[in-house]
């Protein structure tokens, strides 16, 4: 008997693994469990994706749906995982609670650096992983590294093709290889969610507003966040654009939709703010927006990849500077999005969806930061690294790099030309290191 395990989080990694599910991608199971789990700050007060308006139109594909929340309550899913002494004890819990026997296990999990899923891969040690991805991270390198008793279990990556061309980054320290889950299939699970959410208002080609939340995962500060709505509803004013929707993240708090709402009264904006938990997806198929504005979510690239949808940006030149540490794993995000979309306040660009960089150039992009995030985990990446530096950075691109990380790698372009030698004389690098060290003694 197989067991195979799906753990997911959201809906939109849901639908990613129904399509999945239903072009093949995994071989036949006698039984097919969905691992829920509610990652929220809070989420006792924030509905798991099984509460969500289309839950039920992707729950048919597994035989059973079981709460990861309640099987390790009252822990929290993104904090704990198994002691090391304790793992063949807690196969053997789960075996018995979920009526597992003895059967072979496979996975399926999501951002396996991290707790749950790493937690659950740990737990069924001897089971083959795969890892699927349900937005851009995928396209970065891998955030840290991973114990060798995981890493190489995981089989293979399965993903989107949100940007066609570009091979993801993730896993490949291992050796896994990049599996797309076809667009068609992908694009079919999505159309059976277009009735959900039969609350929605309706609303005829607007400009759609996507919040992201990120004061919560402290990019931003809650004004700077308020801030940023308001330059996109601006921006979409002065497009042309009349009838404008915004799409808050559903655990951002409620104040700042009437935050907006009263800058847009002040504008003369005919503004609607969605209350229902849907997936972006949905309103593009129902609303068919004439622009879809945000600053680095991945409902973008699938409104511009698999509806055809205009698109634009904002915020992501100030947030690329202030992602810290340098190794965020929303860098490889934001970097795409920023290299990719129009900026919203270019309005040629936006009418004419001009890209600034082609699919080859933004490859070489991607494996030069990611090189810089994760230089112990990708050192092969080095010699890619240094020819991009060497051949592209200027102006634009510099923006994608921190001087002091160049600086750090001794990289191409941490330090004028005529003092190029510096990082990669030994001397000079001990001195520096002593001086720190002084004055770190002498600050004490």
């Known amino acids: 008997m197989t067991t195979q395990i799906f753990m997911a989080s959201t809906l939109y990694g849901t639908a990613t693994l129904a399509a999945a599910l239903d072009s093949d991608c995994f071989r036949p199971a006698d039984r097919r469990i969905l691992l829920v789990s509610n990652n929220a700050a809070t989420p006792e007060t924030t509905p798991g994706l099984d509460e969500m308006p289309g839950f039920e139109q992707l729950r048919g594909r597994f035989d059973d749906v079981i709460s990861w929340n309640e099987t390790i309550s009252?822990?929290?899913?993104?904090?704990?995982?198994?002691?090391?002494?304790?793992?063949?004890?807690?196969?053997?819990?789960?075996?018995?609670?979920?009526?597992?026997?003895?059967?072979?296990?496979?996975?399926?999990v999501e951002s396996i650096q991290v707790n749950p899923a790493l937690g659950i891969s740990q737990i069924f040690m001897g089971a083959p992983v795969t890892?699927?991805?349900?937005?851009?991270?995928?396209?970065?390198?891998?955030?840290?590294?991973?114990?060798?008793?995981?890493?190489?279990?995981?089989?293979?990556?399965?993903?989107?093709?949100?940007?066609?061309?570009?091979?993801?980054?993730?896993?490949?320290?291992?050796?896994?290889?990049?599996?797309?889950?076809?667009?068609?299939?992908?694009?079919?699970?999505?159309?059976?969610?277009?009735?959900?959410?039969?609350?929605?208002?309706?609303?005829d080609e607007p400009a759609l507003l996507l919040g992201q939340y990120l004061s919560a995962l402290d990019i931003l500060t809650a004004e700077?966040?308020?801030?940023?709505?308001?330059?996109?509803?601006?921006?979409?004013?002065?497009?042309?654009?009349?009838?404008?929707?915004?799409?808050?993240?559903?655990?951002?708090?409620?104040?700042?939709?009437?935050?907006?709402?009263?800058?847009?009264?002040?504008?003369?904006?005919?503004?609607?703010?969605?209350?229902?938990?849907?997936l972006a997806e949905v309103l593009y198929q129902r609303m068919r927006p004439a622009l879809v504005v945000g600053c680095f979510s991945t409902a973008l690239l699938t409104a511009s990849a698999l509806y055809g949808l205009p698109v634009a940006r904002v915020g992501t030149g100030p947030l690329l500077d202030r992602l810290t540490p340098y190794e965020n794993s929303n860098r490889v995000p934001v970097t795409i999005v920023d290299a990719l979309l129009p900026e919203l306040t270019d309005e040629s660009a936006v009418n004419e969806q001009r890209q600034s960089m082609d699919?080859?150039?933004?490859?070489?992009?991607?494996r030069a930061v990611?090189?810089?995030?994760?230089?112990?985990?990708?050192?092969?990446?080095?010699?890619?690294?240094?020819?991009y530096l060497t051949r592209h950075l200027n102006h634009h691109t510099r923006r994608y790099f921190k001087r002091k990380r160049l600086t750090s790698l001794a990289l191409p372009g941490a330090v004028p030309a005529q003092l190029a030698f510096i990082p990669r004389n030994a001397t000079v690098r001990r001195v520096a290191r002593r001086a720190r060290s002084l004055k770190r003694a002498v600050g004490r």
Do not use: C
Request: glycine residues 6%; proline residues 10%; charged residues 25%.
């Open 131 to 203: 890892v699927y991805a349900d937005g851009l991270m995928s396209y970065g390198p891998t955030r840290n590294k991973i114990d060798p008793l995981v890493g190489t279990r995981v089989t293979r990556l399965l993903h989107l093709d949100l940007v066609p061309g570009l091979k993801p980054l993730l896993l490949t320290e291992f050796g896994v290889e990049p599996e797309i889950v076809p667009t068609d299939a992908f694009s079919k699970v999505l159309a059976e969610l277009v009735d959900t959410g039969d609350e929605l208002p309706f609303v």
């Open 224 to 278: 700077e966040e308020e801030n940023l709505h308001v330059r996109m509803l601006k921006g979409a004013l002065a497009l042309g654009h009349t009838r404008v929707v915004f799409k808050p993240h559903p655990s951002a708090p409620a104040r700042w939709s009437r935050l907006l709402e009263k800058e847009a009264e002040k504008l003369g904006a005919d503004l609607t703010v969605l209350d229902t938990p849907v």
């Open 359 to 366: 699919v080859t150039a933004l490859t070489d992009l991607v």
């Open 370 to 387: 990611g090189f810089a995030m994760q230089p112990k985990i990708y050192p092969d990446l080095r010699p890619a690294a240094e020819t």
């Open 74 to 108: 009252p822990f929290h899913p993104g904090g704990w995982a198994p002691r090391l002494d304790d793992v063949p004890l807690w196969e053997r819990h789960l075996r018995l609670a979920w009526n597992l026997g003895d059967d072979d296990i496979e996975l399926a």
